[in-house]
């Protein structure tokens, strides 16, 4: 049974579980290969904790973490209105294909809602392709304003 909570940095089993996914995404190919650095696991939950605008998302099958999702609320000058930028995603490789990454989201939009957000967004690497199909089920699109003007880079 999969559950999905909010993180509290405070709380031990959060805080194990939150470095253990991050060291999972950061040795991933889609992290970069290497494992978390010893000062971010030092001083990672400190500093998400003194972040008000930084909220975590956690799912547990069990007492084992296998997905977090890492948001950061910003600001919509357009809309005049907060926005969500979904920073980290991660399943562990071994639940994978079980629509956990789906559920995670759906708490991450509810939150986004309780903040008064106008809409989510989020970064993907081109060559992941398996993310990027996944965003695109939820509903996520290349942003653009004006199609004359093309598509939104991140750089």
């Known amino acids: 049974m999969i559950e999905v909570v909010r993180a509290r940095y405070d709380d031990p089993a ?10 999972q995404y950061a040795r991933d190919p889609a992290g970069g290969g290497e494992p978390l650095g010893d000062f971010a696991r030092a001083n ?7 972040r008000p605008f930084i909220f975590s998302v956690l799912a547990f099958d069990g007492d084992t973490p296998v997905g977090l999702v890492n948001a950061i609320e910003g600001f919509s000058t357009f809309a005049c209105r907060p926005l969500v930028n979904v920073h980290d995603v991660v399943v562990a490789s071994s639940h994978r294909g079980r629509g956990i990454a789906a559920r995670l989201f759906a708490e991450v939009e509810a939150i986004a809602r ?3 957000a106008c809409k989510l967004t989020l970064e993907v690497l081109d060559g992941n392709a398996p993310a990027r199909n996944l965003y695109h089920r939820l509903g996520f699109a290349a942003y653009q304003l004006d199609p004359a003007m093309g598509h939104a880079q991140f750089l």
């Not at 990672?44 to 003194?50: D, F, G, Q, S, T």
């Open 44 to 50: 990672l939950l400190k500093e998400l904790a003194a």
């Open 14 to 23: 959060h805080a194990a579980a939150l470095l253990d996914l991050m060291d």
């Open 114 to 116: 309780e903040r008064g």
